[in-house]
């Protein structure tokens, strides 16, 4: 069975600075996707990247970029320029591709909270 | 984009009866839709997979009597807490997958805002 661990349970960084979330996976699929969902207070999962396994070349999203190192199972968020509206739980998720009776939903990790400071 | 509607957002209920729980696709048809549950500041843990026009498949560890899960249409499904007890208090989230997508095997699940239950 996959498993998501994210070691970090808090995080905190100063506004306009950079930060990293940390994220590793265990599979023994060789294709995969893998997600970070952020959850404001509100609850609501939002969607911030996603990456597939057969791609070699790292997600960006504006001011989130992934480094994914596929031979380690790491999977981890950089955040540039903090901001205090990211502020947030950060979930890191594993999913299956939904063939071979998988369907794929999504395994999280126990999630990283980050805080940031002006 | 693609929109999950959720209803309720909380509900209090008192011991011994039942809630139910909506997750609607309103914007495109989803047949699988997943319900996770979390307890506060925990992670998302996954009940079970709602497939429409068939029964749900239940994680090890979930009661499927006690939590009754119906995907009639492509568009909703309901979780049904029966006698439902304080222990059930939690936070109740649905996400649905877009059958329509190309490549729907790599689309995301769109979450909805999730339900508060709180039993007393």
């Known amino acids: 069975a996959q498993t998501v661990t994210q070691s970090q349970p808090e995080m905190s960084v100063q506004e306009a600075e950079t930060v990293t979330l940390s994220c590793t996976y265990d599979?023994?699929?060789?294709?995969?996707?893998l997600f970070w969902y952020k959850q404001p207070p509100s609850r609501q999962m939002i969607l911030v990247i996603r990456q597939e396994a057969y791609k070699q070349q790292n997600a960006t999203e504006n001011r989130f970029s992934v480094n994914f190192q596929k031979a380690a199972k790491s999977f981890s968020l950089k955040i540039s320029d903090s901001q205090l509206g990211d502020a947030a739980m950060y979930f890191c998720a594993y999913r299956s591709p939904n063939y071979g009776g998988s369907q794929g939903n999504l395994i999280f990790g126990k999630g990283t909270k980050l805080s940031v400071k002006p | 984009g693609a929109v999950v509607s959720q209803h309720p957002s909380w509900v209090i209920c008192k011991s011994g009866t039942s809630v139910k729980i909506e997750c609607r696709s309103l914007d495109f048809q989803a047949t699988t839709m997943f319900w996770y549950r979390q307890f506060p500041k925990q992670s998302l843990m996954l009940m079970a997979t709602?497939?429409?026009?068939?029964?749900?498949?239940?994680e090890q560890g979930v009661e499927k009597d006690k939590f009754l899960i119906n995907h009639a249409s492509l568009t909703l499904s309901t979780l049904t807490v029966t006698s439902a007890h304080p222990e059930d208090s939690s936070f109740y989230i649905c996400?649905?997958?877009?059958?329509?997508?190309?490549?729907?095997?790599?689309?995301?699940?769109?979450f909805g805002n999730g339900t508060r239950l709180t039993v007393t």
């Open positions: 599979t023994s699929e060789s294709d995969y996707y």
């Open positions: 996400s649905a997958r877009d059958r329509g997508t190309v490549g729907s095997y790599n689309s995301p699940l769109h």
């Open positions: 709602s497939n429409e026009g068939s029964k749900a498949t239940y």
